[in-house]
């Protein structure tokens, strides 16, 4: 069964960078779209960031357009979620996800399966 781990958050400043990775163990996620996901404390998980199979296809929540850019590399069963100019409403738990039952809306939650356990970014003002 393929296990996703998260990885790459920390606490940094407004205005920094952090780049975020997924990896997959245990099988391969090339076939599949990736999302991100995020969610901050006592709100709902929202979209993010997806990435079509082939990476050819991206789409942006738009809170975060022009400054996250997502890419994934097939050969290494990986993806990356690369934040730029961040800011304090960023703070969350972000999660990568396969996107495993597509349908109509690719920024529901409820087509992705195999969740990573999510990695905390905490951006300070």
């Known amino acids: 069964q393929v296990q996703i781990e998260d990885t790459g958050g920390g606490l940094v400043q407004a205005g920094d960078s952090l780049r975020l990775s997924c990896v997959a163990s245990g099988g391969t996620f090339s076939g599949y779209g990736l999302g991100w996901f995020r969610q901050a404390p006592g709100k709902e998980r929202e979209f993010v960031a997806y990435i079509s199979s082939t990476g050819t296809m991206k789409t942006y929540e738009d809170p975060v357009k022009g400054r996250f850019t997502i890419s994934r590399d097939n050969a290494r069963n990986t993806a990356s979620l690369q934040m730029n100019s961040l800011k304090p409403e960023d703070t969350a738990v972000y999660y990568c996800?396969?996107?495993?039952?597509?349908?109509?809306?690719?920024?529901?939650?409820?087509?992705?399966?195999?969740w990573g356990q999510g990695t905390q970014v905490t951006v300070s003002s």
């Open positions: 996800a396969v996107r495993w039952r597509p349908g109509r809306d690719r920024t529901r939650i409820s087509e992705y399966g195999y």
